[in-house]
């Protein structure tokens, strides 16, 4: 590999985002134009972006859209959802509104409890360590509770242990669970901090050599739920409903089609996650593990039909997310999200996230059942596709309306339009 493409960059992390964005720009070959724009993403944001990751150099804006006519335990709520994608927000918005005469979402919850993980080797009587530990109950409480006294003081702290033998292709391992109550922080550095600090005391009682201590992320402590009926007549009739019954049953048995329901309820799940700063790979992993719980890849929600005929919809899933930790507190976008969506704890934001992804899921569904996706999808992504081939201002408009208006939107066809409308033919 030659010096101008190669990956080592000499002490990079030690230089200010200007220098860094210089240095890369060097090794990559990029212009004047690209390193400007780079910069001008990251206006404002960069001393903020250089504090929340490694050798930042820029910062990428993701839309942020508001879903109305979400109506969550009897409350009007407006929700900021931080996604790319379009129609997103728009099937959000219409189911909502769909299920607004039946008072939209009713929604439940576990409490904000999260589980971490100390793994236990070479131990010959894996069950009989498994014991030792449940009798240490007290000191753990102690240990875990005492790592973590601001989070105790909040109602939070050491709530229950576990430990399993699992088989693994190296024999048996015994492995501890610690039941802790985050509160209003998603937790994993309250957990991942108690899980260190009681494996030595473990070993030390067990005799076992302790390996992995981290939080799992297979949150199904901490699950909140959503369901909302949808009325006939708001759906479009019997057949639409059945059809939408028969669409999920296809997602509940088929992994394939599972795993595109499912993305289609974390369209909405990541969005809502994202907005408010919390991670989304945590709960995206927690969402599908929760998923396959019973050792098949299922849909994550559950449709029937009610005594009247009406569409009902459900969805539980794990929810870790908080309002304290992570880039929450820190990130003044985050901040105004949750100003927005008037939360004043986890369990509310957990609620809120869960009902959205119900919502997203009953537009896809109906989508899919009717016109097919993309009727609605597309004629709203006729406008990236018209900016994708270079149209700027009133172009922008003018190709995705003939786009729309021809039912197809295709970026050789909105190319051969914008040359045309250039052309003034
Ligand atoms: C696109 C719609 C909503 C049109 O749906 P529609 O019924 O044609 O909409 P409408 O024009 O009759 O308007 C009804 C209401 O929808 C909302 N609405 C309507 N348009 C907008 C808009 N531009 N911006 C904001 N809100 C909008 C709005 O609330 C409006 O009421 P109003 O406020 O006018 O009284 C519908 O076709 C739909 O929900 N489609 C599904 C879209 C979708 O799921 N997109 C995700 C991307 S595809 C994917 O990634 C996942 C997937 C689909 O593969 C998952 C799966 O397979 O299960
Ligand atoms: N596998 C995974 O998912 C992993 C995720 N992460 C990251 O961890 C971050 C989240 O960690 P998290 O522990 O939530 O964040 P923080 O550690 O930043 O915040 C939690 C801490 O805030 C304090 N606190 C103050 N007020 C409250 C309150 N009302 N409720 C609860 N705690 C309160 C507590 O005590 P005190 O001040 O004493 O700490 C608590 O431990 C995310 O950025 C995530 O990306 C990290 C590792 C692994």
């Known amino acids: 590999m030659s010096d101008a493409t190669s990956s080592r960059i000499e002490g990079l992390h030690k230089m200010t985002p200007d220098a860094r964005l210089e240095a890369v720009a060097r090794q990559a070959g990029l212009d004047n134009e690209m390193v400007a724009n780079l910069k001008d993403a990251a206006k404002g944001h960069i001393e903020l972006a ?18 109305t006519n979400m109506i969550v335990d009897g409350r009007d709520v407006l929700v900021p959802m931080a996604t790319e994608e379009s129609s997103v927000i728009a099937a959000v918005c219409n189911a909502a509104k769909r299920c607004r005469p039946t008072g939209g979402f009713v929604t439940s919850a576990s409490g904000p409890v999260m589980a971490a993980q100390i793994q236990l080797l070479s131990a010959s009587d894996p069950e009989n360590v498994r014991l030792k530990v449940f009798e240490r109950m007290e000191e753990i409480r102690e240990i875990c509770d005492g790592t973590d006294p601001l989070l105790v003081k909040f109602g939070g702290g050491f709530r229950d242990l576990e430990v399993r033998v699992v088989e693994t292709a190296e024999g048996p391992m015994t492995i501890v669970h610690i039941l802790v109550d985050t509160r209003d922080a998603m937790g994993a550095n309250a957990v991942n901090s108690m899980a260190e600090a ?14 992995l201590r981290i939080l799992s992320n297979l949150a199904d402590r901490r699950v909140a739920r959503a369901r909302a009926v949808w009325p006939l007549d708001e759906i479009g009739g019997p057949q639409v409903r059945d059809d939408m019954l028969s669409a999920y049953r296809f997602a509940d048995a088929d992994p394939y089609r599972a ?8 369209n909405g799940v990541s969005a809502v996650v994202l907005a408010t700063g919390n991670d989304t790979r945590a709960i995206e992993a927690g969402a599908h593990a929760y998923a396959a719980r019973d050792g098949h890849y299922r849909s994550m929600s559950r449709w029937e039909m009610d005594a009247d005929g009406n569409l009902v919809g459900s969805l539980e899933m794990p929810m870790a997310v908080g309002l304290i930790g992570g880039a929450t507190k820190i990130h003044p976008t985050a901040q105004a999200n949750l100003k927005v969506l008037g939360v004043e704890t986890a369990d509310r934001l957990a609620r809120i996230i ?7 899921n009953f537009g896809a569904l109906r989508a899919l059942a009717t016109t097919g996706i993309q009727k609605g999808h597309m004629a709203l992504h006729a406008q990236n596709v018209a900016l994708m081939v270079g149209a700027v201002g009133e172009e922008i408009d003018a190709v995705a309306n003939e786009l729309k208006a021809r039912g197809v939107v295709r970026q050789d066809l909105a190319e051969d339009i914008l040359t045309k409308l250039r052309a003034g033919t």
């Open 259 to 266: 795993a595109t329901h499912n993305k289609g309820i974390m």
């Open 198 to 211: 009681l494996a030595p005391k473990l070993a030390e009682w067990t005799g076992a050599r302790t390996l």
């Open 354 to 360: 869960v009902a959205v992804g119900l919502a997203q």
């Open 50 to 67: 250089d504090r929340l990751v490694e050798n930042a150099v820029s910062a990428m804006a993701i839309p942020v859209g508001i879903a």
